[in-house]
Each structure stands twice: as structure tokens, then as C-alpha cells.
């Protein structure tokens, strides 16, 4: 079975752009969450998402959004990019079974560099 | 605002040693997950402990969730340069408020041969 992807793996932008990643999970996993890791905040929790509907949401502002398609592909988006957006963006997804967060599967990540 | 610590947040020892890494709160958890994450990679999964007291093994590794459900502890037998990464906890709530999961910052494990 394949794994969690991201894409893209890397990516440079220049502030007051926007972003858009994209995460594909394990087939037949339904739930999509969301973070960014950073090495002073480490991993922190963005969104969740479920059967195309966003279930849970961290304290991020409003400029961090994420939708989710029907067939669970999600994506995340950044508007009016920030300095201090530069992170490791991680997606994990998780199968329908005992709750959102018993078992967590994440992507390798892309790595959004802000200039 | 909820906090998980994690310490030490480096450690670095020699292969065939055995170490021990610690993961509190004073928040109470449904349950608890340890994650290794290596350089380039998203974190993978341990172990996830539910009930206090639980401890679980996994080869090497062994996991214990506090009688209260508010620390954890990852203790590994001899160590070897493949533990090298970085080791996170994540605490998850009953659902009925925001942030219903964080994660520690890590402690950063290398194991020298």
C-alpha cells in the first residue's frame, strides 16, 4: 500500500505570495490533518480534515486554510506569506477506524522557505 | 495553554548504552503516542498507550504511560546508531475542546558507535 505523498517536496516563495500544497493519503484512510514543524515551536497542529469537512482547527490564523476533495486528497493554503511561515508543512492520515488520532501516518513533509 | 515537555532535548551516547527519555504534562490524556522522526522524513508512529500505568514493549524500546495519564516515559536497551532520530510524544484530549492533540518538542537521540 502507498504511502502518505506531498507535493512538492520543496519549495521557495518571497513574502505576501501564496502557497498551495497538496497531500494524497493512504487509500481508504478518510481523515487528513494538517501541521507545521518549525525547530523552535516544533510540530504544531493546523487542521484535521474529514470526509470533506474540516472536523478540528489549531490556532493559526485565518491566511492557513485547507479544503479536502472527495476522494480525501487535501490541500492546504497560505495566503500573504510570512517570514515566519518558513516550516517543514507535514500531512497525516489516518484510517476510519478508532477515532482521528490512534494512529497517525504522515507524508515526508515539504519544506516551504519564505524570503 | 497545554504543554507537553520533553527532556532531555538532546542526548548523545554511546552504542550498546541504555538511556531513558521523558514526556510530561500537567494535563491529563486519553492517550499517548511516540513518534521517531528521521532528517527528510515525516514521523513514524511507536506506540500508542491508553491506559495509565500501561507499559509496552516493542524489541528494544519500552513505553510506560503514568498512573495519571499525564507523563510518559520511552526507555531503550541497548542502544544502537539506528535509534538515531528524533523521539516525540503527542498527547490527544476527549473530544470537546480546540488543539484536541499537541506534540512535545522532541528530544533529539544520537547514538554514537
Known amino acids: 500500500k502507498a504511502g502518505v505523498t506531498q507535493t512538492p517536496r520543496y519549495l521557495i516563495k518571497t513574502r505576501g505570495q501564496q502557497v498551495t500544497l497538496s497531500c494524497s493519503p493512504i487509500s481508504g484512510h478518510r481523515s487528513v490533518s494538517w501541521y507545521q514543524q518549525t525547530p523552535g515551536q516544533g510540530l504544531q497542529f493546523l487542521f484535521e480534515?474529514?470526509?470533506?469537512?474540516?472536523?478540528n482547527k489549531g490556532n493559526f490564523p485565518g491566511r492557513f486554510s485547507g479544503r479536502q476533495f472527495s476522494n480525501s486528497r487535501s490541500e492546504m493554503n497560505v495566503s500573504t506569506l510570512e517570514l515566519g511561515d518558513s516550516a517543514l508543512y507535514l500531512c497525516?492520515?489516518?484510517?476510519?477506524?478508532?477515532?482521528?488520532?490512534?494512529?497517525?501516518?504522515f507524508g515526508p513533509g515539504t519544506r516551504l522557505t519564505v524570503l | 495553554t497545554q504543554l507537553l515537555e520533553q527532556s532531555p532535548q538532546f542526548l548523545s551516547i554511546q552504542e550498546g548504552e541504555n538511556l531513558t527519555v521523558y514526556c510530561n504534562s500537567s494535563s491529563v490524556f486519553s492517550s499517548l503516542q511516540w513518534y521517531r522522526q528521521e532528517p527528510g522524513e515525516g514521523p513514524v508512529l511507536l506506540v500508542t498507550v491508553v491506559t495509565g500505568g500501561e507499559v509496552k514493549k516493542l524489541k528494544r524500546l519500552t513505553f510506560q504511560f503514568g498512573d495519571a495519564r499525564k507523563d510518559s516515559s520511552l526507555h531503550i536497551t541497548a542502544a544502537q546508531t539506528g535509534d538515531t532520530g528524533l523521539y516525540l510524544c503527542?498527547?490527544?484530549?476527549?473530544?470537546?475542546?480546540?488543539?484536541?492533540?499537541?506534540f512535545g518538542k522532541g528530544t533529539r537521540l544520537h547514538i554514537l558507535p
Open positions: 503527542a498527547g490527544e484530549w476527549l473530544r470537546n475542546r480546540d488543539d484536541k492533540i499537541i
Open positions: 497525516a492520515s489516518s484510517p476510519p477506524s478508532r477515532g482521528s488520532w490512534n494512529e497517525q501516518f
Open positions: 480534515y474529514f470526509s470533506e469537512t474540516q472536523r
